[in-house]
């Protein structure tokens, strides 16, 4: 009978691991690797134009004109990475590193280029981060790993932009995410200040959030495992891929825009983000906003804002 009883538990035991693996891989796939929807240029261009009308004219001048150019480089593994960039009206070395968020692609933040581009007369560089757009890359990295592709992205900024640059950078939900693990890292002089709108602290908190939202699922046993295999297959895990470890080592500037009634990246992330970061740092609570709809809702503020905090580090 005990032998039986061991058997039985051993059995259950391997059963469970089974499931919890199965679960795992299935999470992240599901996370990390979804669909790319076929779409042209032209046609991304244009439903970013349909959500924000306003940005119409200055798209298509820009295409008319083939004003927005690509680029591409490759990193390190042998991905090819792609961002779109512009030139300012005037010549400047005034700079915006534009980052995309989650399932989006560069052309989802031609309203930030827009705004940094026509409204502040900046150049803009905005990456297709992996997985995404015209890049390369077999699943979405959440940031973390994103945040190596974009310092090779600041690196190649010089090149594009000349020897007076100056740059800020500014994410959008995962890119806003991104843009906070970048700035924790050693940067070249020339970056001045980030901005990050609704970025999560960590994946671990976000996909625990999701986990809970979409599944009714505690993150023991499914999210350890799934962060265990991410690991294995793609070389970085759940946990270290914290926003919230990166500002605590930020010593430039920062400004947190998040929405007050975020639900997707929950508005109570932005202050532990906001208190971990050093001075100096600025944070705005958007009245009345869901997740990542700042600009949309209050464009004439989110931009009279961000030019008030981008023009006391680039002049």
């Not at 959030?209 to 991410?230: D, I, M, R, V, Y």
């Not at 926003?243 to 920062?254: D, E, F, G, R, S």
Request: hydrophobic share 40%; net charge neutral; aromatic share 12%.
């Amino acid at each position: 009978m005990k032998k039986k009883l061991l058997a039985g538990a051993g059995i259950a035991l391997l059963a469970l691991m089974a499931a919890s693996i199965g679960g795992g891989m299935y999470l992240i796939d599901y996370a990390l690797r979804p669909d790319r929807p076929e779409r042209s240029v032209r046609e991304a261009i244009a439903e970013t134009c349909k959500d924000y009308p306003a940005i119409t004219t200055w798209a298509d001048s820009l295409q008319r004109h083939k004003a927005l150019k690509d680029t591409f480089v490759t990193a390190p593994d042998g991905t090819a990475l792609h961002a779109f960039y512009a030139y300012a009206a005037r010549p400047t070395g005034n700079t915006a590193l534009v980052i995309h968020g989650y399932g989006n692609r560069a052309t989802d933040m031609l309203h930030i280029g827009y705004m940094y581009n026509h409204s502040l007369g900046y150049n803009i560089l905005m990456p297709d981060l992996r997985h995404a757009g015209q890049s390369g890359g077999e699943a979405i990295q959440m940031g973390w790993l994103d945040r190596l592709d974009v310092m090779q992205w600041i690196g190649a900024a010089p090149a594009l932009f000349g020897d007076s640059l100056r740059m800020a950078v500014h994410g959008i939900s995962m890119g806003g995410a991104t843009t906070m693990m970048v700035s924790g890292e050693d940067l070249p002089g020339y970056v001045r200040c980030f901005i990050d709108d609704c970025g999560y602290t960590s994946v671990w908190d976000e996909f625990s959030k999701e986990l809970k939202t979409q599944f009714g699922l505690p993150p023991f046993p499914l999210l350890h495992t799934a962060s265990w295999l991410c690991g294995m297959k793609y070389g970085w895990n759940f946990r270290e891929a914290s926003a919230l470890k990166q500002v605590a080592k930020c010593t430039k500037p920062m400004l947190f825009i998040h929405g007050a009634d975020d639900d997707y990246v929950p508005t109570w992330m932005v202050y532990p983000l906001y208190e971990a970061k050093p001075q100096p740092k600025e944070l705005w609570i958007v009245p009345d906003t869901e997740h990542a709809e700042a600009y949309r809702n209050r464009p004439e503020e989110y931009t009279r804002r961000t030019k008030e905090f981008v023009g006391k580090y680039i002049r």
